[in-house]
Structure formats: structure tokens, C-alpha cells
């Protein structure tokens, strides 16, 4: 994977957002960089957001005006540099009372104003029946009207992709499926490199660099403890919830915001390739897991607040997927129970010994964060100063057009897609019927995109489990043979997958 004597510049771990987005600011600084996932890239957090590019309108109850602030200032830089895979989402908040009403409206005249020339559009009041007449589904009783705002709304482990073929495009190494398991440190006790683990093929490489950035997100405390086993817990992990149900719950293309729920969080339902995400929750945990499991009660808080908003309350058995993400907060050491309260501002912490950790932050703020902690290695003096150009750096495969194409997540190569169907039609039938996925897709994603089992094809590359996970199930065997194709594999091979694929699919339904 990288020569012994090999020496980087940067080695990042982690192949989240936050782990890409500096591996990428690195590589387009000149610098040599490499970064290593343990499992596949977005596997954990950076897949299970709520797919917004957003300022965060609930911050601002809490005053946090320069995290709004620097939010929507990515928010903007992020529309422009991925426009295929990030778009213009219209909301409406529903108000109750003249009260809501009057603050929400300052409230989002406010977020307007924060952000500047790359706001999206103005916000506005709605009456009652022009509500209704944007949002047939949502209940009429007691409603007083709407107020109208936008936000931006993404796919975001394409993002993920995008970014990784970004990184490799500019020169960079970035690989999925090595875990570092350890820190190396010189005579001084400085860290100059890691060990890493293919987890494939279980070899064991140390692998030399001048500065190791921490990315981890939820297992930052993990590595930070493999620098110095003494380390104290920095995170204060809170896992959040979505469902995904039929579009027919919120025909149209505008989505709903409830900014103070029971539990006091904001509750969102906003269209998504097709179907609808319903979301989230606010749960602190203990366990930390790569493939974390919602609890029954957070799928019951869901639904019940959701079937308060919609004519048509949506049940258990309407669900499609449910899926689970953990926040890696960054631990408020004066407010250690709460998780709503915890700042969602990013921390960067330089160890005695040169491991350089990022925690928190949000996915719209990924650019940002990169940029700070480049900036702060040079400060540092692990890297000689160069400028930050990820502000215009538009991603690789940046295509612009028609938004409609669903084909447009695969960037300006998607035609190469279309190309396979013209040549043979049989490629371009959906492998099945409740989801838009064809064999052509398949077959260029494991030719193209670093897969190495169904799950990284149907959840990530794909977002067949996200959206539907009892037919992604279904179409398990047939992507498990045309993998199986593609990558060399045998029968044995198709089989253990999909058992080990649907097993997977268990905590989605
Ligand atoms: C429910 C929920 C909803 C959210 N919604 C939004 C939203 O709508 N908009 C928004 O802007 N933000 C949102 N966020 C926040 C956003 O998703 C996160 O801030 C972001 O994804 C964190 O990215 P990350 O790279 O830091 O972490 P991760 O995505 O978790 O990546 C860390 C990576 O490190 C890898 N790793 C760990 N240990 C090792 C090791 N030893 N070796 C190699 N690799 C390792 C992991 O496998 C993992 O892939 C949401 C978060 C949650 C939980």
C-alpha cells in the first residue's frame, strides 16, 4: 500500500468528512498526503446525517450567532464547489400562535441576513391557506400560517466519494479498509508515523510522516489514547436518528421544519432521492460502534411527533429504513450530561507529543475545519506554510445542469454510465423495482469507486439501505454477482455476503 521507506507528509486518519476534507486540503497545498479508514469511507457518522447543508436555525436560539455565521458561509462555498450533488431546499415552518410567528419570522430574516451574499433566497410568511396549499399533508388544526426559508440539502456519502476522488485527482493516497492500530514515536517521544493493519489481508506496515492528524470522529478518545494512554475523554457522544418513509407522506418538493419538539430539539421531514427522511433524535450514549442501532423509543418519539404534523401519521410498518449516526460532540466540561446544550463548534488540540486531533464540527463546516487544522500544523511547525485554495476549488466530476438527473451523484462521468446502458438495455433496468439502482451502476461503481463488499455498493456508493433496506435486501444476490464479476471473487464469496449483508440490513428495518 506505501513503500517501507516511504516518508508522507500528512497521514490522516479517518475517511469521514472531516478526515477527507483536511486530506484534501493537503494534497491541493502540495503537500504529500496519505489517509487510512479502518472500514469503508463514510461509513460511520459522515452516511447517517440529516443531509442538510445548513447554518443550523436552532442555534440561534442559543445566540450562537458566529457558528451560524461560519456555517452559512460553507454552506455557500459548499453549493459551489459540489452543485451535483447539493441543492436548493425550500422549508416551511408551520406556526401555531402570533407569537411563533412573529419570532420565527425575525428568527429567519435573521439567518437571511447571517448569511449574506450566499444566502439562498429570502425567507417569508405564508397565510394559513397558501400553507396548506404548499403542504397538503400537513395537519390544518390550529395552524395560523407558514414562514417559508432555504437551506441546502446533499447526498452526503457521495459527498464522501467526491471528495476521495478529489484527493487522488491532485495526487494524494487515500485508502479504505486500513485500521492504524498504533502510534510511532521517535527518541524525543515525538510521533513520526503509524502502524496500520490492511484489514483485508491482515499485513502490518509502520508507515513514517512528518505530521499524523487524528479525524476520527466518535473514536477520537481511541487514538488520542494510543498517543498517551492517560489521555482524558474529549467526546460526549450523542447518537440521532432518522426514518425514511414513501414520498407519498410529503408529496411535493418542500420540506418541513418543527423547530421545538417534546424534547425540546428540532424536528425535520425533508424529500430525498424520492422518498423522505424523518428526523432526529438526541441521545447520549456510552457505546461506541461503527454501526450504531436506534432504540425502539427513538423510532416512537419520530413517529409520534411526526403523526402530530401529518394528515396521513405515518406507522411502524411504513417505515423503509431507519438509521442510526453518532455525533462526536465535543465534550462541554462544564454541562458533561447534556448533549443539546454542548457547542457544535469544532475543537482542534495539538498533544505534547504531536498528534494533532479535530472533534465536533459539523458536516457543513468540513472545509472549514480542514483549513484550520492545515493551518494550525503549519503554525506548529510540522509543515512549511502554503495557502489554503479549497474556498474555489470546485470537486472533481463538479458538473452543472439539471438537478432532476438522479445520475448527476456520479458527476460529469455519468454519461460513461448512460454509454453502457445504450450498449447493452438489459444494464439499464433497475435490479429492482422500489429502488432506481441498474446493473450498469454496479458494474462502473466497482470499476470506479474503491468498493470492496455489497454493503459498500448498496449503502454508500448507492444509497439502496438508506432509502429502502428490505428491497436492498432483495437485491443483494444479483449485486453480489455482478461484484463477484467485476472484482474476481467466487461463490463462497457471493454467499458469506450476502448472509453477512443481510444480517447488516436487520438493524435498518
Ligand atoms: C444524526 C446526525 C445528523 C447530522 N446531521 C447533519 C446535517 O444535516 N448537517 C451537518 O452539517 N452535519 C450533520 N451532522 C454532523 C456530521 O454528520 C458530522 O459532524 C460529520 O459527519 C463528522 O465527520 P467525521 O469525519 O468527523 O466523523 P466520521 O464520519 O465518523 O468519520 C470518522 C472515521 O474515522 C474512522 N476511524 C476510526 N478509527 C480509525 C482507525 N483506528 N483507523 C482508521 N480509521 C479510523 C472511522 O471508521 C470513520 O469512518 C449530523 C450528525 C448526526 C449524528
Redesign the pocket.
Known sequence: MTQPDERWDIIV?????????IALDGVTRGYKTLL???????????????????G?VRYMARGDFFLVME?LHERGLMLKNAPHLTRDQEFIVPVYNVWDAFKYTVGLKLYDLLAGRLSMGRSHFVSRGKTLTLLSQLRPEGLIGGIVYHDGQFD?SRM?IALVKSCVDRGGTVLNY????GLLKDEHGKINGVK?KEMVLGNEINIRAGLVVN??????D??SKLDNPEAKPTLKP?????IVIDKSFLPGNLAIMIPKTDDGRVLFAIPWHNEVIV???DTPVDTIS?EPVALESEISFILQTAGKYMVKPPRREDILSVF?????LAADPGDPHSTREIS?RHKIILSPSGLLT?????????RRMAQETIDKAIAAGFLVKRKCITDDFPLVSFVTGDSSNRMQIYGDRWFEIAAMMQANPDLGIPIHPALPYTKAEMIWICRNEMPLNIEDVLARRTRALFLNARASSEMAGEVAVLMAKELDNDLKWQKDQVESYNQLVKNYL
Open positions: 486518519i479517518g475517511g469521514g468528512a472531516t478526515g477527507l476534507g487510512l479508514e479502518q472500514s469503508d469511507f463514510a461509513k460511520a457518522t459522515s452516511s447517517r446525517s440529516t443531509k442538510l447543508v445548513h443550523g456555517a452526503d464522501v486500513v485500521k492504524v492500530t496500520a479525524a476520527t470522529g466518535v473514536f477520537a481511541a487514538i450523542s447518537q440521532g436518528v432518522h428526523g432526529t433524535t461503527l442510526a449516526g453518532l455525533r462526536p457544535r479535530v472533534i465536533g464540527g459539523k458536516w457543513t463546516t468540513y
